[in-house]
């Protein structure tokens, strides 16, 4: 996610779109995809580096999830522990932005679904039932 205040669907923030405007939706489709290849181009940049310290990366491929996690440290066990979960509270927050909705509602949802589950579901299909 960047910086920007754009809607991750390219979609403007105003209501002044008309409706049926296929060309429109042509270029927000477009912006979509060109937003996604910049911030592809960004997660790389945040890659290209020696000085790194701890990595997660996510990434979906045909409804696939696969992460790894990567860290290198010589403060012992609890630094490794605080650097984990700094990371996995940003993507906490990161999700929360997205969604719209506090970070403790996705820290929360995040938490029981890792509990019913093996592995994390790929998409909503994959969900347990309640």
């Given at each position: ?35 996604f290849a910049a911030e592809l181009d960004r997660a ?11 990595v997660h990366v996510g990434v979906v491929r045909d ?32 999700v929360a932005s997205e969604a719209g909705v506090e ?28």
């Open positions: 996610m960047s910086d920007d205040t754009t809607p991750v669907d390219g979609t403007p923030s105003s209501d002044g779109a008309s409706d049926g405007d296929e060309t429109a939706a042509a270029e927000n489709e477009t912006d979509a995809g060109g937003e790389r940049g945040l890659l290209d580096g020696d000085d790194i310290e701890a409804g696939e999830v696969d992460t790894t996690f990567a860290q290198r440290a010589d403060d012992g066990p609890e630094g490794e522990g605080l650097r984990a979960l700094a990371l996995l509270a940003a993507h906490v927050r990161l970070p403790a509602a996705v820290a929360g949802d995040a938490a029981t679904l890792a509990g019913r589950v093996d592995r994390i579901p790929a998409s909503t299909d994959d969900l347990p039932e309640e």
